[in-house]
């Protein structure tokens, strides 16, 4: 049963970066790409539909490869603490920050954190993101992560979404383990980590390293753990202060290291080397009214990578719009509206090891587009917010919005 997708223009991001066919046509079947290219060369064939887009500009549905968009409470109080005055540090220190996100996310049923998860995460299907990665993080002991990692499975479930799930419990040190930060990373490495995978809720690891969370040592010891496991590994790295991070994940050949603001040369090139994405986040930035920049030129020039996510989070990043971020992305990073597209499809993918399957248009891969309806693909970048008039597509089938 195959579908011929015409009339439309195809931003196909093929050859990993962005790349694209005016005057084009696509088939599907099932749930797959059959065929893409320039209407001319179409091959005869019996298609079971003909769906007519009317002139739009098709891209891959996009990805958001960084979120915590499960969480209980919200922080908006804090917010204003911030716009006072004080420092995002210190409000971590004085027992708020991520603390506080644990407290509220420990008092919630699984029922209530799935509840409030999905209204947020249907604000970014509806900005065009079929694909989306969410940490745990928030629960930092075992029946608590293991209740959001349940809830990130029943989001799988619930959406028409490819949902891939990070065991982030190196996020904090949960009051139970004051003072006590090795004994705590022994716990997630021996107990914690091992059960929750055993169960089937990790696609992947990731951990806080920063001198308000975790040291690389202790990091390290986390990555022996995940490279036993077989797990793939992200780190939030070089987001407050220089601590070699992104080296230590690139040494680990890390997917991604994510936010990067504070990190050096040496960090590009070990990355470079790796393969490992460099995952930017324009919301945090931005949110935190942070000054220091990734050093985006040097990334540019070894070559590494560079994806965009929104982070949603209740603390640094309450984005509900992946196309804001790009926008914010572009415009804060000085990335072209081309290479905007290609942060949250293809290189997006890469950050999840999803890029044999998603994040571009090409025969084999998933049948996950939005036909955008616009004169040209940089609209998706230019316009702040608002509803951009799309169709949404999902393994081959047009979903309702
Ligand atoms: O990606 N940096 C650490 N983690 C999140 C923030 C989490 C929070 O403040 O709740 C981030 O920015
Ligand atoms: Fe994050």
């Not at 739009?56 to 804090?78: K, Y």
């Not at 986390?222 to 230590?248: D, R, W, Y």
């Given at each position: 049963m195959k579908k011929l997708w015409k009339n439309c223009h195809i931003a196909t991001m093929q050859d990993g970066q962005y790349s694209s066919i005016e005057h084009a046509a696509m088939v599907t079947s099932g749930q797959h790409i059959h065929w893409v290219g320039a209407l001319k060369d179409l091959p005869a064939d019996d298609y079971s539909e003909i769906i007519d887009l009317n002139g739009a500009w098709v891209t891959p549905g996009l990805i958001d490869c960084h979120t915590h968009s499960v969480f209980g409470g919200n922080r908006?109080?804090?917010?204003?603490?911030?716009?006072?005055?004080?420092?995002?540090?210190?409000?971590?220190?004085?027992?708020?920050?991520?603390?506080?996100?644990?407290?509220?996310?420990?008092?919630?049923?699984?029922?209530?954190?799935?509840?409030?998860?999905?209204?947020?995460?249907?604000?970014?299907?509806k900005d065009g993101v079929t694909t989306i990665e969410i940490k745990s993080g928030y629960g930092l002991d075992y029946a608590n992560e293991r209740k959001m990692l349940r809830v990130i499975r029943q989001i799988a479930e619930t959406l028409p979404m490819t949902v891939r799930a990070t065991c982030l419990a190196a996020h904090a040190l949960p009051?139970?383990?004051?003072?006590?930060?090795?004994?705590?990373?022994?716990?997630?490495?021996?107990?914690?980590?091992?059960?929750?995978?055993?169960?089937?809720?990790?696609?992947?690891?990731?951990?806080?390293?920063e001198y308000l969370a975790f040291s690389p040592a202790q990091v390290e010891r986390l990555f022996k753990t995940a490279q036993s496991l077989n797990l793939p590994i992200k780190l939030h790295a070089e987001q407050l202060s220089s601590l070699g991070g992104s080296s230590l994940a690139a040494r680990y050949q890390a997917l991604s290291a994510d936010h990067l603001e504070f990190m050096t040369e040496d960090d590009v090139k070990a990355m470079a080397v790796a393969g490992t994405v460099a995952v930017l986040l324009p919301g945090a930035f931005y949110f935190?009214?942070?000054?220091?920049?990734?050093?985006?030129?040097?990334?540019?020039?070894?070559?590494?990578?560079?994806?965009?996510?929104?982070?949603l989070n209740p603390g640094t990043s309450p984005a509900l719009s992946l196309r804001l971020m790009m926008n914010m992305g572009s415009?804060?990073?000085?990335?072209?509206?081309?290479?905007?597209?290609?942060?949250?499809?293809?290189?997006?993918?890469?950050?999840?090891?999803?890029?044999?399957?998603?994040?571009?248009?090409?025969?084999?891969?998933?049948?996950?587009?939005?036909?955008w309806d616009i004169e040209h693909p940089s609209e998706i970048v230019y316009w702040l917010g608002g509803d951009l008039p799309k169709r949404i597509i999902q393994h081959g089938t047009e979903i309702s919005i």
């Amino acid at each position: 049963m195959k579908k011929l997708w015409k009339n439309c223009h195809i931003a196909t991001m093929q050859d990993g970066q962005y790349s694209s066919i005016e005057h084009a046509a696509m088939v599907t079947s099932g749930q797959h790409i059959h065929w893409v290219g320039a209407l001319k060369d179409l091959p005869a064939d019996d298609y079971s539909e003909i769906i007519d887009l009317n002139g739009a500009w098709v891209t891959p549905g996009l990805i958001d490869c960084h979120t915590h968009s499960v969480f209980g409470g919200n922080r908006s109080i804090e917010f204003e603490k911030r716009l006072q005055g004080v420092s995002y540090a210190e409000i971590a220190a004085s027992g708020g920050g991520i603390a506080s996100t644990v407290r509220a996310t420990r008092q919630a049923s699984e029922e209530q954190l799935l509840a409030s998860a999905l209204k947020r995460i249907r604000s970014l299907l509806k900005d065009g993101v079929t694909t989306i990665e969410i940490k745990s993080g928030y629960g930092l002991d075992y029946a608590n992560e293991r209740k959001m990692l349940r809830v990130i499975r029943q989001i799988a479930e619930t959406l028409p979404m490819t949902v891939r799930a990070t065991c982030l419990a190196a996020h904090a040190l949960p009051p139970e383990y004051q003072d006590r930060s090795d004994a705590y990373i022994e716990h997630i490495c021996n107990e914690m980590l091992p059960k929750l995978h055993q169960e089937g809720l990790v696609d992947a690891v990731d951990a806080f390293c920063e001198y308000l969370a975790f040291s690389p040592a202790q990091v390290e010891r986390l990555f022996k753990t995940a490279q036993s496991l077989n797990l793939p590994i992200k780190l939030h790295a070089e987001q407050l202060s220089s601590l070699g991070g992104s080296s230590l994940a690139a040494r680990y050949q890390a997917l991604s290291a994510d936010h990067l603001e504070f990190m050096t040369e040496d960090d590009v090139k070990a990355m470079a080397v790796a393969g490992t994405v460099a995952v930017l986040l324009p919301g945090a930035f931005y949110f935190l009214r942070e000054t220091k920049y990734p050093p985006l030129d040097s990334l540019h020039q070894h070559g590494v990578r560079i994806a965009l996510s929104s982070d949603l989070n209740p603390g640094t990043s309450p984005a509900l719009s992946l196309r804001l971020m790009m926008n914010m992305g572009s415009t804060l990073f000085r990335l072209t509206p081309e290479q905007t597209l290609a942060a949250v499809t293809i290189h997006a993918a890469h950050a999840l090891g999803l890029q044999s399957t998603h994040g571009s248009l090409e025969q084999g891969k998933v049948a996950d587009f939005i036909a955008w309806d616009i004169e040209h693909p940089s609209e998706i970048v230019y316009w702040l917010g608002g509803d951009l008039p799309k169709r949404i597509i999902q393994h081959g089938t047009e979903i309702s919005i």
